[in-house]
């Protein structure tokens, strides 16, 4: 017996008894539970609108009347912070059975679809840098991903026996998680469109079978339809003007949008190469030359999927892909991380010409991508978190100032700004604070609106600025005592009656400031949230 005969006999004792390997990949996320915060931008607006939710107040996001974000992931943490202000480990928790029940949907959706690589699908999912990546973070990836996965098995047994009764509980039970689908992530009523294609499509093979399916398609686009209209007029306009205004150059703004996809796919299918990417526009990087191999194989796998499974997801995943082509947003593969069962299903189906060694190489691919994405928590990942981790106390003594001296329920969004912080910092402190904190670029001079401006205690204030305090190696910076419009001030040495000439702070003590976190290029760049 040769090394393929042996890969797949164990293949098929695996399949035979999944539980004690999908132990395994429980077991294999639940590593990476932590009480540590990985910073993220988007992060903070969450945490935010999930603190006002457990506080019975009206979710904002730092206290922000517009509330642009989808509701339903904050509304999922919620409960951690009953437990105490900072639950980062209970929302890592959730986070983790959030995992588990994508990684139990995906051998459910497997099974249904391709049985005879059910396990290593499920593998290649567990093991992917994306999922891992995201299952740190406070965004709502995860979430939606166990919430997705397990509405399209809802809809995929609602739709195996073709248009159930409008009063079926299975279509209540779908009504209920496509609602809760589209309060997580709006762009999921492609799923919508993916079921339509499959009841219209079973529908026309029975002579009485279109009107139920009709109305099926009804029962289940009207709630969740309603839902997305109501939440989009009630704060989440943003998104429509971002999709509206991003760019008029639509032969432009559909190429730049393809190759985002394209990357992205290859981003995640390529063990190793989650990082790995080209700017905008850069067709000719090699990054983007190796993604594009990949496109024909994912393309013919996807339609072997779709022609012989009539699955939802499948159905629904061109339409889920033309609205991030028209919307070309780069977020660090966010988006199409939620495609991941698909794009590897696609990818097992395009390889369909080599059957023997197919299961071997999906096998081998598991594995190096486990590696990778051990690897890049272990190196790259942890040690930042940790790094970060170390300004809290430095933020909550930057909030303590701030709200001594500032009448925070009064001040305008803009009015407190931070220049020259490290990378943690600004987030930290808006979240402390729960207002939002403005980053000023390197030497920009600040603008009118800003009052306060948290900045190292080394740097020199900038005209209309006195040192109000400091805390550890940083300052806390504020106007001058009369008169508060900065155009009366004239130099960073003028004075005014009863204010404080501008003064620079002696040098703080290098052992009460932080070591710095590694530096890496992500960090500063428009892939990390």
Known sequence: ????????????????????????CALILAIQISPVWYVSHD????????RDLSRGRAPQMLQESATMIAPGYPLLITPAFWVGARPFLWISVIHWICGVAFLAGVYSWARRNLPEAAVLIMACCAANAGLWYYQRRTLKEVAFLAVLIWTTNTLNALSSG???????????????????????RYSSLALIAGTG????????????????????????????????????????????????QSSNDWPARLAEGARLRICEMG???????????????EWLNWNTALYLLLVPVVVVGWWRLAARRHDVLAMSFPVYIAIYIAWPFDQGARFM?????????????????????????????????????????????????????RYWESADRLASILRSHADLDSVDAGSIAVADMPNPVPFMLALALNRPVAELEPNETPRPEVEWLVCEATSTPPPGFRIIARADS???LGPYPSPRTRSAIGSPSADSAGSTPPQRLPPPDA???????PATAERAGPHVL
């Open 511 to 517: 052992s009460a400031r932080p070591a710095p976190a």
């Open 267 to 281: 981003r995640l299918l390529v063990p190793g190469m989650f990082k790995a990417y080209g700017g905008y526009g």
């Open 1 to 24: 017996m040769n090394v393929l005969d042996r890969v797949n006999n164990r293949l098929d004792r695996i399949t035979a008894r999944p539980l004690p390997f999908l132990a395994v």
């Open 43 to 50: 992060g903070v607006w969450y945490l935010s609108l999930a």
């Open 337 to 389: 991380v939620c495609m991941l069962p698909v794009l590897v299903a696609a990818f097992w189906l395009g390889l369909e010409r080599m059957p023997r060694a197919r299961p071997l190489f999906l096998a081998a691919c598991a594995v190096a991508h486990l590696a990778a994405s051990a690897g890049y928590w272990l190196t790259i990942d942890a040690p930042r978190a940790l790094a970060d981790d």
């Open 197 to 244: 294609v499959v009841l219209l499509a079973q529908g026309c093979r029975r002579a009485t079978g279109g009107g139920r399916a009709v109305t099926t398609l009804l029962l289940l686009a009207v709630p969740a339809g309603s839902v997305v209209a109501a939440l989009l007029l009630n704060g989440g306009r943003g998104y429509l003007l971002g999709f509206l």
């Open 474 to 476: 940083f300052c806390v």
């Open 162 to 184: 073709g248009a159930p009764r409008p009063g079926s509980r299975r279509l209540a039970g779908a009504v209920v998680l496509l609602v809760l689908l589209v309060s997580i």
